[in-house]
């Protein structure tokens, strides 16, 4: 249960209102071209006649246009400022109006993340993912430790989600694209746990950061393991790494577990270190080593 709870740029080029769902008004942000495509932020302007954002989703378009020019590299800060402000907007209303679709960090694959909502179906579905993934079978009454073992991961989850700032922690959710429009459909079948930190011991391996996002509890439902849920949820965790204005994504991982190694090396994780002898000298324990990737807006298209 333990690991459970444990300068690119970027410049606005316009903003406008189009109506994306019949009498709701949504602000779309172009930002500059690059050579794979331009990048547009969506999100639904609020009343009032605010213009701030509630929800923000970043989507590449395919486009034939130059590299970005030095001007637009001059601008990267106040464009990342745009964008982390549109997020803090979300995470004050907990990225979802009840009576609007829930806004998207990433779409690949066949596959949607989002931010996990608070709904009890969907909080209980989540934490039986977690559970399936992580539970150790037991020789005896291994069905009774198992509902223990859910019923802990629930617990927790639960305790996170009411009690940690909407800026520091985020339980990140795939769906299928296909049932994405539907709410009666929208089923979870991935999870990923984000959380802020500020562990010393990871710090020094970070040039230059106070504090960084860790990635913990990514799980698959077993019926649909090996389909790039997975790759999408990293994905995700990335983007909302840039959104809220972090440089580094950090994660451990078992040393002997390979699969989920080339999953973390493929999505551009590298190993940093590993547990020091002390921890691994008891028969059983598993070594675990620490992996870290940089993140930059560029690195998302």
């Known amino acids: 249960m333990a690991h459970l ?36 932020i969506y999100g639904k302007k609020r009343a009032r006649g605010t213009s701030s954002f509630n929800g923000c989703v970043v989507q590449c378009c395919t486009t034939s246009s130059s590299s970005p020019s030095s001007a637009s590299m001059s601008s990267a800060k106040a464009g990342v400022k745009l964008a982390v402000n549109a997020v803090e907007d979300n995470n004050n209303s907990r990225w979802k109006d009840r009576e609007d679709q829930p806004f998207y960090l990433a779409s690949e694959y066949g596959w949607k993340v989002r931010r996990l909502e608070e709904d009890q179906y969907e909080i209980r579905k989540v934490a039986q993912i977690q559970a399936e993934a992580f539970h150790q079978p037991m020789a005896f009454f291994d069905d009774l430790f198992f509902q223990f073992f859910e019923a802990e991961v629930l617990s927790g989850l639960i305790y996170k989600l009411r009690n940690s700032p909407p800026s520091r922690y985020a339980c990140l959710v795939a769906e299928s694209s296909t049932d994405a429009n539907s709410e009666s459909q929208r089923k979870p079948v991935g999870v990923v746990d984000v959380t802020v930190l500020r562990d010393e011991a ?4 970070l040039h230059g950061a106070e504090e960084y996002l860790y990635v913990s509890g990514l799980a ?34 078992y040393e002997d577990d390979f699969g989920a190694r080339t999953l973390y090396t493929n999505a551009g994780y590298r190993v940093v270190s590993g547990d020091p002898p002390c921890l691994t000298s008891w028969i059983g324990r598993r070594r675990r080593v620490l992996m870290i990737k940089q993140c930059s807006f560029l690195n998302l298209i």
Do not use: M, N
Request: hydrophobic share 40%.
């Open 202 to 205: 990871v710090l020094q391996h």
């Open 5 to 40: 709870l444990q300068s690119q740029s970027f410049i606005s080029r316009s903003v406008w209102t189009e109506p994306r769902l019949q009498h709701q008004a949504h602000t779309c942000v172009k930002l500059s071209d690059h050579p794979h495509g331009s990048w547009k």
């Open 220 to 253: 698959v439902s077993k019926s649909f393991r090996r389909r790039k849920i997975g790759s999408c949820l990293l994905k995700a965790c990335e983007v909302l790494s840039v959104l809220w204005g972090f440089k580094y994504l950090v994660l451990r991982a």
